[in-house]
């Protein structure tokens, strides 16, 4: 397939890692001339210097040759323009960023999205505010993603000293539920990323994650020892579009948020929208009016500022003075595994879910369902439709198959119900599998469930 990417930054960068490496044809638009060079020495990558609202530009990288468009710059007009701009040629699917909620609200309501004929469009804030949503329900987890509908969550935990999973076996851990409630699909142990088998055994200070059915949560959490709740006082720093989308879904379960914005018109501006949060106008690395305002008896810290710098330090200080989690934004993904380190919960980045909803796009056509990188982990989950080219998944036990041995299947969807599988299970055309890996066995992974032999052991 050719791809043609317009926009080099963090999302971009991060999709012609993926892309390139599994072989796509990728041509990278951008003005940044230093920053296209760099990416051609250490990707396999077709560069052109220009803007990618040219048409002159566009015809250069080879438009009329390009199967597929993404447009991810820092400019939402850029972005729609080079989609304009590409309806002219023979592409099949257009993608494009939008960062303004105006753009995004009009588009999804119909006539601007057939004008602009545009596939997929992407709100990394709204999809954050949505991960952010998510994880406040949970408060042991420093990690959530769902898949099916809904009807499966990917949860990760940290294993601390004195838990009674600590030097078991993952069988043994398996023995200890009453029925078959989850599967344990990556372990994090320093800077390893283990895709586990039942031999592997649980250490302190192990990052783990595991898969089941949201129906189940609790039950998977008693076993062990993760006691969630959602919090009753929440601090939100920042009042932008993430912080002011998750302050009004928060509004509704009567929780007590405070929300400090430290811009005077932005304050007015949320005083107005928002019903029962609290809108405070100070400086959110104030220790003193923090203090005042009861930061250290808040179950939850939420920092979405717009600076790095700013989000980090008011985490590091909500934590010293008795926050109980935290979730901050990062812009720069790179820096998210050493949040943990610092004694942060949970980093989330909105460029790696924009890039993640783009790959589940870009990916199996149509056969991968989605895909999402685990945090500071080198893994990867995705859920692929068995079609009926790939008969011979079917009817064989799991633990017959020469399944590949970077890669674990967490859940299977038949018809709307979910099975957590074991060894015993056989698939059936139609299923959707959740499936987990190493970054490193992608290859493998599309290989054996998308074009290549499924052969019994």
């Known amino acids: 397939m050719r791809i043609m990417i317009v926009g080099a930054g963090e999302v971009g960068r991060h999709l012609c890692e993926k892309l390139s490496v599994e072989g ?8 940044d001339e230093a920053k296209l060079r760099r990416l051609e020495r250490d990707l396999n990558i077709l560069p052109v210097h220009g803007s990618g609202a040219s048409m002159r530009v566009l015809e250069e990288g080879g438009i009329e040759r390009t199967d597929l468009f993404i447009a991810v710059t820092d400019s939402d007009e850029v972005n729609l323009i080079s989609c304009i701009l590409s309806k002219q040629y023979d592409v099949q ?18 006539g601007a999205e057939e004008a602009l004929d545009i596939d997929l469009l992407i709100s990394p804030d709204l999809a954050m505010a949505e991960e952010i949503l998510r994880l406040s329900a949970l408060s042991d987890a420093f990690d959530v993603a769902e898949f099916a509908d809904g009807q499966v969550e990917l949860l990760g935990y940290e294993v601390r000293k004195g838990n009674p999973t600590v030097g078991k076996t993952l ?11 989850f599967v344990i699909v990556a372990i994090i142990r320093g800077q390893q990323t283990i895709i586990p088998r039942g031999h592997d055994v649980l250490q302190a200070g192990d990052k783990m994650y595991l898969v089941a059915r949201k129906k189940d949560i609790m039950a998977v959490e008693a076993v062990f020892h993760f006691y969630s709740h959602m919090p009753k ?30 811009d005077p018109l932005v304050c007015d501006h949320l005083t107005a929208q928002l019903d029962k949060t609290v809108v405070l106008n100070f400086d959110a690395l104030d220790a003193h009016d923090l203090l005042q305002e009861g930061i250290d008896q808040a179950g939850l810290v939420i920092a979405v500022t717009n600076s790095d710098t700013t989000n980090i330090l008011a985490s590091l200080l909500a934590k010293h003075h008795g926050a109980q989690k935290c979730i901050t934004k990062i812009t720069k993904p790179d820096f998210i595994p050493m949040l943990g ?9 909105p460029r790696l879910v924009a890039a993640d909803m783009i790959l589940s796009f ?10 999402a990188t685990l945090l500071g982990a080198n893994a990867e989950v995705v859920e692929i439709l068995v079609t009926e080219d790939r008969e011979e998944l079917t009817g064989i036990p799991l633990m017959s198959m020469n399944f590949p041995p970077e890669a674990v299947l967490g859940a299977v969807v038949r018809k709307k119900k979910v099975i957590i599988p074991s060894g015993q299970t056989k698939l059936k055309l139609g299923d959707i599998l959740v499936i987990f890996f190493a970054k490193n066995a992608m290859t493998q992974v599309e290989t054996f469930f998308l074009n290549g032999r499924a052969a019994a052991s």
Do not use: H, P
């Open 341 to 349: 380190k610092l004694g942060i919960d949970v980093g989330l980045s």
């Open 93 to 110: 699917s257009r993608i494009a960023r939008v960062r303004n909620e105006d753009f995004y609200s009009q588009t999804k309501a119909g």
């Open 362 to 371: 870009v990916r199996g056509g149509g056969k991968i369902l989605s895909v």
């Open 171 to 181: 069988q043994q851990i398996q023995a200890m539920q009453a029925q078959n409630y």
């Open 233 to 262: 006082d929440v601090f939100i720093i920042g009042g932008g579009l993430i912080g002011y989308t998750v302050a009004k879904a928060l509004e509704k379960k009567r929780i007590n948020v405070r929300l400090i914005e430290q």
């Open 24 to 31: 796509q044809e990728v041509v990278l638009v951008d003005q």
